[in-house]
Nanobody
Framework: QVQFVESGGGLVQPGGSLRLSCAASGSIFSIYAITWYRQAPGKERELVAGITSAGGSTKDANSVKGRFTISRDNAKNTVYLQMNSLKPEDTAVYYC?????????WGQGTQVTVSS
């Protein structure tokens, strides 16, 4: 069992950068994949990027390729999402997610707003 807490969101201008963190209350070593999702107002929740226990990436959203980078530090039990060249359409609540033994675990989300 783990609990995820996201942080690092905020208000940023277009073209700016943010680094999101997903901190787990327990070890993430045995979790096959941890994934970032996002949900904008009035929109469906969508997958952003994922990372495996070995550090390999899962399929990323085409809209963020070349701009977002996911990484993990198992020693710190933390997954990161480095977001560069942010656009207004990136505005959303960003969530950390994993499935463990058939159970879905979600963080509370962190708000990212990209606006002038």
């Amino acid at each position: 069992q783990v609990q995820f807490v996201e942080s690092g969101g905020g208000l940023v201008q277009p073209g700016g950068s943010l680094r999101l963190s997903c901190a787990a209350s327990g070890s993430i070593f045995s979790i096959y994949a941890i994934t970032w999702y996002r949900q904008a107002p009035g929109k469906e929740r969508e997958l952003v990027a994922g990372i495996t226990s070995a550090g390999g990436s899962t399929k990323d959203a085409n809209s963020v390729k070349g701009r977002f980078t996911i990484s993990r530090d198992n020693a710190k039990n933390t997954v990161y999402l480095q977001m560069n060249s942010l656009k207004p359409e990136d505005t959303a609540v960003y969530y950390c997610y994993a499935q463990i033994v058939g159970t879905d675990y979600w963080g509370q989300g962190t708000q990212v707003t990209v606006s002038s």
